[in-house]
């Protein structure tokens, strides 16, 4: 393996990471609504995930050798991550057309929904997680759906919601594809071939979620 230029310290190669984490951690603690107290309202803006994860981008400059190091990162960084941003976006838009179109009350006049239970959240999830690829959309899509139907399906209690939130999370981790940012991320930095992702990535989310569902019905009997 060819190493260019001078590596950076431990300390500085993992900042980028840990700094953005410890960030947001901290804001989780402090209490908003205090203006009196300056460096609170700075944390607190510190933590805001979107100015963390900035300075974990500016931190990360620090552990490049050079101008010209940093110039081809981020050529790098753009080329590869480009068309999975698209992905996250287009999925994000298809749940938000999905949300609006009120595809719960439709449900609720079709299925028998006081027979299904906890499969109905996870075979929901299952349907937008395939569909539009992100698991982030597909669990906010599916639980905007679900909410007004938790009576009919028997979900209405505090062990019926943390059931039906397990079982929206098992279903979001299937069937990872082609048109799941993640799939690409894996596929493109390790560069394997998309027909082996299929073949063995795919299959493994399969799985996973299936798993998962089995000790959430599980969990749901006791």
């Known amino acids: 393996m060819k190493v260019e ?13 840990v700094a953005p984490i410890a960030l947001i ?24 995930p979107v100015i963390a994860l900035a300075i974990g981008v500016l931190l990360a400059f620090i552990a490049l050798p050079s101008a010209d190091g940093v110039h081809k990162s981020l050529y ?11 992905i996250i976006g287009a999925g994000g838009a298809f749940g938000g ?16 929904l006081g027979t299904l239970g906890i499969l109905f959240p996870f075979l929901l999830t299952v349907v937008l997680k395939t569909a539009q690829g992100s698991s982030t959309v597909a669990i906010i899509t599916a639980s905007s759906i679900v909410l007004p139907l938790l ?8 062990n019926g919601r943390l059931l039906c939130v397990l079982s929206m999370g098992a279903g979001s981790m299937m069937i990872s594809h082609a048109n799941d940012a993640y799939f690409w991320v894996i596929s493109r930095f390790q560069e394997i071939q998309m027909n082996d992702m299929l073949r063995v990535y795919s299959v493994a989310t ?6 998962t569902f089995l000790m959430v019905f599980l969990l749901s009997i006791f």
Do not use: Y
């Open 25 to 48: 951690a901290m804001r989780s603690f402090l209490s908003p609504g205090n203006e009196k107290h300056v460096l609170l309202s700075i944390l607190l803006v510190m933590g805001d």
């Open 206 to 211: 399969m799985l996973m979620g299936l798993v």
């Open 151 to 158: 009576s009919p399906l028997g979900l209405d209690s505090d």
């Open 97 to 112: 057309v999905l949300a609006a179109t009120n595809i719960g009350l439709h449900f609720s006049e079709a299925l028998p």
């Open 76 to 86: 790098e960084a753009a080329e590869k991550a480009g068309g999975i941003l698209v």
């Open 5 to 17: 230029g001078k590596l950076p310290s431990t300390v500085i190669a993992f900042l980028p990471v």
